[in-house]
């Protein structure tokens, strides 16, 4: 692969990830209640601490889609792929362990149980965020992102998140109103 192919590849592989991050984040936090009733389901978890990770969980991902945007670093890309492993081993031990547990991976934007499908996708994220790490940050000539272009890609970032955010919010109410 060209040293220019591979930059493409880096940039393009993190901003797919940082975008998957932040509106994961986003919609969870639209939806705490739904996001921590699968967190308590998938691992037996005390409401206190399915409480606590709901909210955690999805500050973690934002700010990680955020660091991922401003710096270009190996650090932010081995943290990329161990939240993604993690991501996928929790599918994987959910279509194990409770295959009908509902699957608020997305907030309500996602109203499903956890599924092979999800499974694969999930191990793409992988996949992609481990490209993104054995790449690396000096197959980009110019790894300094701190000027106006990369303010605009997290100003999009933050957009990004408040419309998921507020998708997800929107899905719920409807939810709620067909429900009545």
């Given amino acids: 692969m060209s040293a220019s192919a ?4 880096y940039l393009v592989a993190r901003d797919a990830l940082a975008a998957v991050l932040v509106i994961a984040g986003s919609a969870k936090l639209a939806d705490l209640n739904g996001f921590e009733q699968t967190l308590a389901g998938l691992f037996d978890l005390s409401l206190i601490q399915s409480r606590l990770l709901a909210l955690l969980v999805p500050l973690f991902e934002i700010a990680l889609g955020i660091a991922i945007t401003m710096a270009m670093s190996r650090a932010v890309d081995a943290a990329a792929l161990a939240i993604f492993v993690v991501f996928a081993a929790s599918s994987a031990w959910a279509l194990w362990r409770r295959p009908s547990l509902a699957c608020r991976c997305f907030g309500s ?3 499903s149980q956890f599924t092979t ?4 996708r999930g ?7 481990a490209l993104a790490l054995m790449i690396g940050p000096g197959a980009v000539e110019s790894p300094d992102r701190s000027g106006p272009p990369t303010m605009l890609v ?3 970032f933050g957009v990004l998140g408040i419309a998921a955010w507020q998708a997800a919010r929107t899905i719920d109410r409807v939810r709620e109103a067909l429900n009545t």
């Fill in 6 to 9: 591979a930059a493409v590849v």
């Fill in 109 to 111: 934007l996602s109203n």
């Fill in 117 to 120: 499908s999800g499974l694969i």
């Fill in 123 to 129: 191990s793409l994220l992988v996949a992609t965020a």
């Fill in 154 to 156: 997290v100003a999009a």
